[in-house]
């Protein structure tokens, strides 16, 4: 698994390629937090456009920022889904809670529409 990990205007994006499976869901927790503590971070976008495997712990690492970011008034988003891991994020109930966007760029027309 490879992060790229960037601050804009309070948003962290989270760029993710490869598996994020129970090996390495606790490296990708820990690089978020890290992150979310040290620089000022009200939402997340996590691209996993080339993600092609997540576990339970991988959505649990997801679920887990999500609630992080909305106890401090943000949003999470996922971005840039391809169709089988968008089946497997509708089915475990993350679009009801969390906004997909096709693009990285969607969120600041979503934060547009919030001003």
Same mark, same amino acid.
């Given at each position: ?39 000022? /971070?009200?939402?997340?976008?996590? @691209?996993? *456009? ?6 339970? !712990? &991988?959505?649990?690492? =997801? ?12 949003? /999470?988003?996922?971005?840039?889904? @391809?169709? *089988? ?6 089915? !475990? &109930?993350?679009?009801? =809670? ?18």
């Amino acid at each position: 698994m490879e992060v790229e990990k960037e601050v804009k205007n309070k948003v962290l994006f989270v760029r993710i390629s490869g598996e994020i499976d129970l090996k390495e869901a606790d490296r990708l927790r820990r690089e978020v937090d890290e992150v979310i503590e040290n620089y000022p /971070v009200k939402d997340i976008v996590f @691209n996993l *456009k080339n993600v092609y495997f997540i576990d339970s !712990s &991988g959505l649990g690492v =997801i679920l887990g920022r999500f609630k992080k970011v909305r106890s401090l008034g943000g949003r /999470v988003y996922l971005a840039a889904t @391809n169709e *089988k891991i968008k089946k497997l994020l509708e089915l !475990s &109930g993350f679009f009801r =809670i969390m906004k997909g966007i096709s693009r990285e760029e969607e969120v600041w027309e979503e934060k547009a529409h919030e001003a």
